[in-house]
């Protein structure tokens, strides 16, 4: 689809005629075309056997670029990550578009693009989707929801009944990168290194832990809004019990603990878009970190899961004191996601 430097995306883009049909066929197709996609249906057919993970997220982020990525690869990465933390490969995404009418077409190609690169890397492909255009001032330039399907590995067993005290609490790498990415970003903040947002995929490492593991991995989640200290409150009331996490453990980069400092901001409740949490039995916590390791070197075992002190997390300093990590009220940074 040919375009100037300033075209834009207009309602007909968005009203089933001529335009949208070049729109979705020379922007959108073209760019995520696969053999499922290029039937252009109404629905996708799909082969899959086995237990069935499905999820949906929608994102509003903003802004819509950032250091790291864009929304479009957050959208692919998010519900990439949720199929994986469900024990699940993630197989095939729908992926829809809320555009606001004015958008800049160049930019809604160079999401497209992005969304194509980021299911490339996860192995997963967008097989169906919709595209609406609101009048201006309706949206805030682009919404993405995406579905993802995908298929349970045979040895996964992700709950949180499977949850046990003695269990060690496991995180993948460095906290709060995304969302002080993000707030950088709308802040206008400079800082002698920059804050890049840690979107990935996660389901290579997740798979590798479950093929190795299998029943031992016992929980899995991704800590998104509302960072580790909320991800962490949610699992301690799932089961019933208490997590005790010790502050020299966490890894949060110079820079991000910086500018949460110049914000006033506590880490522990800073969104991720890389960063899970997984709960495994105490006799493979060394093996485990060690895998989560070669991936990432700043992943730590940060703490345990115990009866004591019931439905809470406790905080354990260096210097020998203790504090609840209570869960986050309100919104500390809104559309992070």
Not at 51 to 74: C, H, M, R, W
Not at 111 to 130: C, F, H, P
Not at 308 to 317: T, Y
């Amino acid at each position: 689809m040919k375009q100037s430097a300033n075209e834009i995306i207009h309602l007909h883009h968005g009203s089933g005629g001529e335009h949208m049909t070049k729109l979705l066929n020379e922007v959108i197709i073209k760019t995520l075309h696969n053999d499922i996609l290029d039937v252009k249906h109404d629905g996708a057919f799909l082969n899959l056997q086995g237990k069935l993970a499905f999820s949906t997220d929608s994102y509003v982020i903003s802004p819509i670029f950032f250091k790291g990525g864009n929304i479009g690869e957050l959208a692919v990465n998010g519900t990439v990550n949720d199929l994986s933390m469900c024990g699940a490969k993630p197989k095939y995404l729908s992926l829809s578009f809320i555009i606001e009418e004015g958008f800049s077409l160049a930019e809604f190609t160079t999401i497209v693009e992005s969304i194509r690169k980021a299911a490339d890397k996860a192995e997963v492909q967008i097989v169906t989707g919709d595209t609406k255009v609101v009048e201006r001032g309706k949206g805030d330039k682009i919404y993405i929801n995406t579905s993802g399907i995908g298929v349970v590995y045979d040895k996964a067993e992700i709950s949180s009944l499977q949850i046990k005290p003695g269990n060690a609490v496991l995180i993948n790498s460095a906290i709060a990168s995304h969302g002080m990415a993000i707030m950088s970003e709308r802040e206008g903040l400079q800082f002698e290194s920059d804050i890049v947002s840690d979107t990935t995929n996660l389901n290579f490492t997740v798979q590798q832990l479950i093929e190795r593991f299998g029943n031992k991995v016992h929980f899995l989640r991704d800590a998104t809004r509302g960072g580790l200290a909320s991800v962490l409150n949610e699992i301690a009331t799932d089961c019933h019990l208490g997590i005790s996490i010790f502050d020299e453990k966490i890894n949060v980069e110079t820079q991000v603990k910086n500018a949460c400092e110049l914000l006033g901001l506590d880490p522990l409740y800073v969104a991720n878009e890389g960063a899970f949490v997984c709960i495994v039995d105490q006799s493979i916590a060394q093996e485990a970190l060690a895998l989560l390791q070669t991936e990432n070197p700043l992943a730590s075992n940060i703490g345990t899961i115990t009866e004591e002190h019931p439905n809470k997390v406790i905080l354990h300093s260096a210097f020998g004191g203790k504090r609840v990590v209570n869960p986050l009220i309100g919104e500390q940074l809104p559309r992070i996601c």
